[in-house]
């Protein structure tokens, strides 16, 4: 019986929302921070999922074009790219054999800030547009950056 009366603050909290969540799923994928790339023209191919850290270690320095609803089309431009290294646990069937995490820096950086982490639409003449997921974070250095995680 002691143990039917147990609960606890997360249960209590987190159990209605998580109903609540399934329920509003359909309306959730179309908000319009969501799929911000839908009806892009002349980019129908894109090479994110398979671009290498080589390959967007050689773009440092290019400018991208960033966009999400709401917000309207802003630049990015490519200032860092790391390999991670997952090691031997890293599973065979991930398009990339090492994740990488690329850094680029904005003269809307503020405003971009200020959004926080969501998917954006993110476009390079060679890599083509995605719907990736990104957010701000400070480099090593101590600047303000957007952080994308390319696993």
Known sequence: MAE???INRRTFVAGPLALGALATA???TASPAIAACSGEH???TSRWTTVSFGELGALVGDHFSLKTKGFGRTQLALSSVEETVSGPGRPKDLAREEG??????SADMRKLA???HQT??????SLGSADLFMGP???KNGRQVMELILN
């Open 26 to 28: 359909p309306i959730l």
């Open 120 to 125: 954006y639409c993110i476009r390079h003449g």
């Open 42 to 44: 002349g980019f129908s």
């Open 100 to 105: 990488i995490v690329a850094h680029f820096t």
């Open 4 to 6: 039917l009366l147990r």
């Open 114 to 116: 200020d959004r926080g």
């Open 137 to 139: 974070v400070y480099d």
